[in-house]
């Protein structure tokens, strides 16, 4: 599948987030600030560009005005996006060590986690600490926050964390009361484990990373069961559903190809392959409506591809 080449190289490691608009991508650039590219191509602005910042991801709020970013430190940064001034910092007096982050589907919720294992809750509006797990899991814990499908959830924030190293396990927590709602042990697995959960909150996709591969696994959570969907070489950095309800998306195979699963047929229905120097890198983002992705190469130029029709959704 053929790609748009709609960003230029800068010769740094980026991070690419899709704005609610759906015309608009934020591409972070390290030490640079976050550029603010047209999905056509055309440079809308540079939104912030603090040179003592080690900007490494990047959420856009709902209202489209704002973004968090974190600079895999103890504490996250809300900005104003017109103005790019910082508007206050989200910290984690708490952590140990430098952070992992992910942004609740309402911009309500930010989760921070750190290298001990805990975790923590803050409220992106007042940069209040909600709540903290201790220990939550052995080792740095890798937050998803999920979208709910229209009426499937109880109305509360669900977030994922699948574990960096150590035996593969996956733990659902409620944001609002702190409560585990499911756990998911894949016996006999170890490795790096991403997870996401359906919109129906029936399955979980997780992805299990070691030193042999990684394996795209689909655990149902009714009956408990689990089906591999297989097999590729390297390591997944990010996994993400496609809001078709049938494909899941994962970076970071040898190549940097973004590989697109089918969860009815199992296996990769498409890779997605950037320039022969740089790859596609790590991060990759879905545009909101599912009919594109977007990702930056190790060396910073932004590439577009165009995805199929999406399928019926799954039932």
């Given at each position: ?6 960003g ?24 640079r ?6 999905v ?7 939104a912030?560009?603090d040179?003592?910042?080690?900007v490494?991801?990047?959420?856009f ?23 790019g001034?910082?508007?206050r910092?989200l910290?984690?007096?708490?952590a140990?060590g430098?952070t992992?982050?992910?942004l609740s589907p309402d ?11 805990n975790a923590a809750l803050l ?6 600490l909600?709540?903290?797990w ?16 229209s009426?499937?959830?109880?109305g ?16 659902v ?6 409560r585990?709602?499911h756990?998911?042990a894949f ?7 991403r997870?996401?959960?359906?919109a ?7 992805s ?20 591999v969907l297989?097999?590729r ?5 990010r ?8 494909h899941?998306?994962?970076s ?12 009815v047929?199992p296996g ?5 392959v ?5 790859g596609v ?5 879905l545009?909101p409506?599912?009919?594109?992705v977007?990702?930056?190469t190790?060396?910073?130029?932004v ?10 959704p799954v039932?």
């Amino acid at each position: 599948m053929s790609f748009e080449l709609i960003g230029q190289g800068r010769g740094d490691q980026s991070d690419v987030a899709a704005h609610p608009d759906g015309r608009t991508i934020g591409v972070v650039r390290p030490f640079r600030g976050v550029e603010l590219l047209d999905v056509s191509g055309a440079s809308r602005s540079t939104a912030w560009a603090d040179p003592s910042l080690l900007v490494t991801s990047l959420h856009f709020l709902p209202d489209g005005a704002r973004a968090v970013s974190n600079g895999f430190e103890t504490s996250a940064w809300l900005w104003d996006l017109a103005s790019g001034e910082l508007i206050r910092d989200l910290v984690w007096r708490d952590a140990g060590g430098p952070t992992l982050d992910a942004l609740s589907p309402d911009g309500a919720e930010l989760v921070l986690t750190d290298e001990l294992g805990n975790a923590a809750l803050l409220d992106v509006e007042s940069g209040a600490l909600i709540r903290q797990w201790r220990a939550l899991m052995p080792h740095l814990p890798l937050p998803a926050f999920h979208r709910p499908a229209s009426g499937a959830s109880s109305g509360t924030n669900l977030v994922t964390f699948g574990v960096d190293a150590g035996p593969s396990v996956v733990r659902v927590l409620e944001t609002r009361t702190g409560r585990l709602v499911h756990e998911v042990a894949f016996e006999g697995r170890t490795g790096s484990t991403r997870a996401a959960l359906s919109a129906d909150e029936r399955r979980l996709v997780a992805s299990v990373s070691d030193g042999s591969g990684a394996t795209l696994l689909v655990h149902d959570l009714a009956d408990r069961t689990t089906q591999v969907l297989g097999t590729r070489e390297g390591f997944v950095h990010r996994l993400v559903l496609h809001p078709d309800g049938r494909h899941a998306l994962t970076s970071g195979a040898p190549d940097r190809a973004i590989s697109v699963w089918d969860l009815v047929r199992p296996g990769v229905s498409a890779e997605l392959v950037g320039p022969q120097r740089g790859g596609v890198g790590r991060g990759f983002a879905l545009l909101p409506d599912g009919a594109a992705v977007v990702s930056a190469t190790d060396d910073g130029f932004v590439c577009r591809w165009s995805l199929p029709s999406a399928a019926s959704p799954v039932r």
